[in-house]
C-alpha cells in the first residue's frame, strides 16, 4: 500500500512540472514581442542585446581568479572528497560546495530602444546565466563560472512595471524617453512563469520537452498510478 502511495505522489508532482513547462511553451509562443521603444507597461516578452548600464561591467574574484566584462554571473565551488568505505575501498569525487550569484543593472538593447534590467529583482527567480565560460582548479578545490556580458543575447518574459524613484534616482533614467522609465520584472499576479534567459526566444523552446514528453507520458503514468491506487486489494 505504501509503494503504491509513493508512486502516486510522484506522479501527482511529475504531472504538476509538466504542466507548468506546457504552461510556459504556450505562453511563449503565443505572446509576441514587444519592441522595447513601445512596449507597454504589464506582461511582455523582450529580447535583445546587453549593454552597459552606468553601473559598469564590475571586476569580481572567485577561487583567486578576478573576471571581468561581465553583467550577471553566478559560480559554483567543488571539492574533491576521498572516502574509504568498510570493504577498504577508497572511491574520490568532486562534492559541490557552494552557489553563489551576483549582477549588476545593464541595459537590454533591441534596435528600437534600449531598457533598464536590475538583476537583483530576480533573485525570487531562476535566472539561466549563460554558458560555461571559465572552469579552474587550485589544489583540491575546483570552480566553474557561467555569465553573460556585454553584447549577449538575452530573452526575458515577465511584468514590464514603472521604476521605483529611488531606482530611478540611483541607476539614471530618461525623462524623454517612455522606456527608460519602465522595467522587467516577475510575473506575480497571474501566476504565469517569468524568464531570465541567455539566448532568444528559440534557445528558451529549444531546451523544453515536446509536447508528448511533457504532456502525454505524465498523464499516462499518472493515470496508471491512479488505477494501481484504486485496484489495490491489502
Not at 169 to 188: D, F, I, N, R, Y
Request: negative net charge; aromatic residues 12%.
Amino acid at each position: 500500500w505504501s509503494m503504491t502511495v509513493f508512486v502516486t505522489v510522484v506522479n501527482l508532482l511529475w504531472f504538476f512540472t509538466a504542466w507548468k513547462q506546457f504552461k510556459l511553451n504556450r505562453l511563449i509562443r503565443d505572446l509576441p514581442t514587444s519592441p522595447i521603444r513601445s512596449v507597454a507597461v504589464g506582461q511582455a516578452e523582450l529580447v535583445g542585446q546587453v549593454r552597459p548600464s552606468i553601473a559598469g561591467t564590475p571586476e569580481f574574484s572567485v577561487g583567486g581568479r578576478t573576471h571581468k566584462g561581465f553583467v550577471c554571473w553566478e559560480w559554483n565551488s567543488y571539492k574533491y572528497v576521498c572516502r574509504t568505505d568498510s570493504d577498504g575501498d577508497t572511491h574520490c569525487s568532486w562534492e559541490h560546495r557552494e552557489t553563489k550569484a551576483g549582477g549588476v543593472p545593464f541595459m537590454l538593447h533591441d534596435g528600437t530602444g534600449g531598457m533598464l534590467i536590475d538583476p537583483s529583482l530576480w533573485v525570487k527567480k531562476p535566472v539561466d546565466h549563460g554558458p560555461e565560460l571559465d572552469e579552474w582548479t587550485r589544489g583540491d578545490w575546483k570552480w566553474k563560472l557561467n555569465a553573460f556580458g556585454i553584447g549577449d543575447p538575452i530573452y526575458i518574459l515577465g511584468d514590464c512595471v514603472p521604476r521605483a524613484q529611488d531606482h530611478l534616482q540611483k541607476w539614471g533614467s530618461h525623462e524623454t524617453l517612455a522606456q527608460a522609465l519602465l522595467t522587467m520584472v516577475p510575473t506575480t499576479d497571474t501566476g504565469d512563469a517569468s524568464v531570465l534567459h541567455y539566448g532568444t526566444e528559440m534557445d528558451v523552446l529549444a531546451k523544453n520537452r515536446s509536447l508528448f514528453e511533457i504532456f502525454i507520458v505524465p498523464l499516462f503514468v499518472f493515470l496508471l498510478g491512479i488505477f494501481m491506487f484504486i485496484s489495490y486489494t491489502p
